[in-house]
């Protein structure tokens, strides 16, 4: 068990939730794994073995798109046979009728009144003090584009679900229409509702809104609002990113000032991931980000005239110095190419792949099929290769990031989430998978890593204390010591339910049938 300079820890001794013991952690309080349901041609619950049910004579791109067309209609089944995946249950009891009188009126007067002289005691009478909205307007879901309002559901959903499993943090999925009155998304109108909204929650999570919107709504609400707001899209992904490539770097003997990187695709991900690389010590000379329309430079000037992609021209007068405009001529020798750009999988070609420094780093990142399937790009020559899926080696995505970061805003109740603290959390995830064992395929941690959680909300709280943006310091043993107890909790929470049948299993047909469908579309 390391320590910090001031002497408390920093992980847990529990690392490794993936080895042989993985079943019996599943079984015990943990993700519901219902293990030994099987009888899908030897697939149980947990799907781990999902890539021997296709035939055996296919190839990797072809399972690879079959589990795709699998888990597509996987979630649209499950989701309809559980009528979405959240729900508000209470945390107090009700022992008699009369209790009613203290949870509701007369008696919750007293709590009324107590918030109103001290604002900050709706932290601690109300759920305020562990709640985060996650807010949308649904322009930019997945690769999907504008999926209108309501659309977003299902994501946002998603985000609640895993911040209560992996961080304790309940949520609260929030889709709200942007247009104004001649039809067009307007940022000013999700500021406006954000701020009024925040009285009711400890922290906002942004999600899934367009480019330039997005950057006006974070810039605008993360230093007034009082609470964390959080731009996953960019923040969280940017976090995660730069903690895959600090191992990728171990992996292949590189150093992070001294190496070429090539990012494919400049929106709020690729802007910020590189913003933050760029803080944790990068060259600006030997980075190039391209769009659409090629390099960003100092010569871009469609984007120095559209003062909403300010963040865009910051990284055009920052970095490719020599005003490379071709993506091909650009990652000859490059080390690293970091794409989130548009789904895949035939968008980055292997020849570019090719043309890069031996043992290259290629993170593929585009939801939900990536520029490029990790075994054609190792066949090009690529010696790392991480995606976001999971169903591949190397997941980078942001759900191994927001957990912890968010738990540990709350716990210490941040009035804002800093660079800084975004950046302890990339370091602390990063050396929990280096303890682990640094590989080819093993530079991040799996989300059945638990421990990696209360580790990053841990760092996060130090972080925001150091930076003077706590309102309550607590002690990192404190933080480490709390965020496992309410992680547990919620699993325990969980596994009650299943066990009782209040949650029945996923129906084996169900399974079978979309098993089936992805077969016939292979």
Request: glycine share 8%; hydrophobic share 45%; aromatic share 6%.
């Amino acid at each position: 068990m390391s320590t910090d300079k001031a002497g408390w820890s920093i992980h847990s001794d529990r690392t490794d939730f993936n080895g042989p013991d993985k079943n019996r952690f599943c079984s015990q309080n943990r993700f519901s794994c219902h293990p030994g349901q099987a009888g899908l041609n030897g697939m149980d619950m947990r799907l781990e073995n999902l890539d021997k049910q296709f035939p055996p004579e296919w190839d990797a791109g072809r399972v690879a798109r079959a589990k795709t067309v699998f888990f597509k209609e996987l979630a649209l089944a499950a989701h309809r046979f559980y009528g979405g995946k959240i729900q508000i249950l209470p945390r107090a009891p009700l022992p008699g009728f009369q209790w009613f009188n203290a949870w509701y009126t007369p008696g919750v007067s007293a709590v009324s009144t107590t918030i109103r002289d001290d604002h900050d005691a709706s932290f601690d009478l109300s759920w305020r003090g562990n709640v985060v909205a996650v807010v949308s307007d649904s322009t930019r879901v997945l690769g999907d584009g504008d999926v209108s309002p309501p659309g977003g559901l299902g994501v946002m959903e998603g985000k609640a679900f895993l911040m209560k499993m992996l961080g304790g943090v309940d949520a609260v999925p929030i889709c709200l229409d942007s247009r104004n009155a001649v039809g067009r998304h307007d940022p000013e109108i999700l500021v406006d509702c954000v701020r009024r909204l925040a009285p009711s929650f400890g922290a906002i999570n942004l999600e899934d809104i367009s480019q330039p919107n997005c950057f006006r709504v974070l810039d605008a609400l993360r230093e007034d609002c009082g609470i964390p707001v959080w731009h996953d899209d960019a923040q969280g992904t940017g976090c995660v990113t730069l903690a895959g490539l600090l191992n990728a770097l171990k992996v292949t003997g590189r150093q992070l000032a001294a190496s070429r990187l090539v990012f494919f695709g400049a929106g709020a991900s690729n802007t910020t991931i590189a913003r933050l690389i760029l803080l944790a010590g990068a060259d600006p000379a030997r980075i190039a980000l391209f769009d659409s329309h090629g390099g960003l430079h100092a010569g871009r000037q469609d984007i120095a005239s559209d003062p909403r992609f300010y963040r865009k021209w910051e990284l055009c007068q920052a970095t490719n110095p020599d005003r490379l405009d071709n993506i091909a001529e650009a990652l000859r020798g490059a080390d690293v190419l970091i794409a989130l750009s548009r789904p895949g999988p035939d968008v980055i070609r292997p020849e570019w792949v090719r043309g890069m420094a031996q043992d290259a780093i290629v993170f593929a990142c585009a939801n939900p099929v990536p520029e490029i399937y990790p075994h054609a790009a190792k066949a090009a020559g690529a010696r790392v290769v991480a995606t976001g899926r999971g169903d591949f080696p190397n997941q980078v995505n942001n759900s191994l990031g927001f957990p912890g970061i968010l738990k540990g805003a709350l716990l210490v109740r941040a009035r804002k989430i800093t660079d800084a603290m975004a950046i302890a959390a990339a370091q602390t995830i990063a050396a929990f998978a280096e303890r682990q064992g640094l590989t080819e395929d093993h530079i991040m941690p799996l989300m059945t890593d638990e421990a990696v959680f209360a580790e990053t909300a841990a760092a996060v709280a130090a972080q925001a204390v150091a930076d003077g943006v706590a309102r309550r310091p607590m002690s990192p043993a404190r933080i480490l010591e709390q965020a496992g107890r309410d992680i547990a909790e919620a699993h325990a929470a969980l596994e009650l339910l299943v066990a009782s049948g209040r949650i029945p299993p996923p129906p084996e047909d169900m399974i079978q049938r979309c098993l089936q469908s992805a077969i016939a579309a292979g």
